[in-house]
């Protein structure tokens, strides 16, 4: 509808699902990926954290508070709750249909994919990382050592994951 005949995206979280799942369903469309902090699945351990994801918008702890007064100054109080509470709807369907997202139809990706994870993720596991890229025929795994999820914060100058990148 925009007229955009190609694409690169880079994307993190949930935004790396949707860029896999357009590759799979527009492959002429995309051109390449950077996917940061994806699987193609939701991991089990999800389900244990679910009820308590959320719990910074109303009880922020250390360091949690800038992220909160940003949030609610952009969205509200409301907004922030309803959009928390859409979400964990949308990953209790997921789960309720397997939990797959992109990972099963991750063979029809065309593109070069560079998935970026990091290697101390306890919900999106080196293994499950391992799993999509194993998945994606021209996918390259990099996983960052001494890191949970959001590698792009690991250093806040940027630089080693602009490295990472352009690489």
């Not at 391992?130 to 590698?151: C, D, F, G, S």
């Amino acid at each position: 509808r925009l007229g955009v005949s190609e694409t690169r995206i880079f994307a993190t979280g949930d935004g790396a699902e949707s860029a896999l799942l357009l590759a799979i369903a527009q492959p002429a469309l995309v051109r390449a990926i950077v996917a940061v902090d994806v699987t193609g699945a939701l991991p089990p351990s999800l389900l244990d954290l679910l009820p308590h994801i959320d719990s910074w918008v109303d009880n922020p702890g250390p360091g949690q508070l800038a992220q909160r007064t940003a949030a609610i100054s952009a969205y509200g109080l409301d907004g922030i709750r309803a959009m928390w509470a859409g979400w964990k709807e949308a990953v209790r369907q997921i789960f309720a249909a397997g939990g797959n997202i992109s990972l099963a139809e991750a063979g029809a990706i065309r593109c070069p994919v560079l998935i970026l994870n990091g290697a101390d993720d306890d919900l999106n596991t080196p293994a499950m990382s391992e799993a999509l890229a194993a998945a994606i025929p021209q996918a390259e795994l990099r996983l960052v050592p001494n890191t949970m999820q959001l590698v792009y914060d690991k250093d806040k100058s940027l630089r080693g994951f602009h490295e990472l990148i352009t690489e």
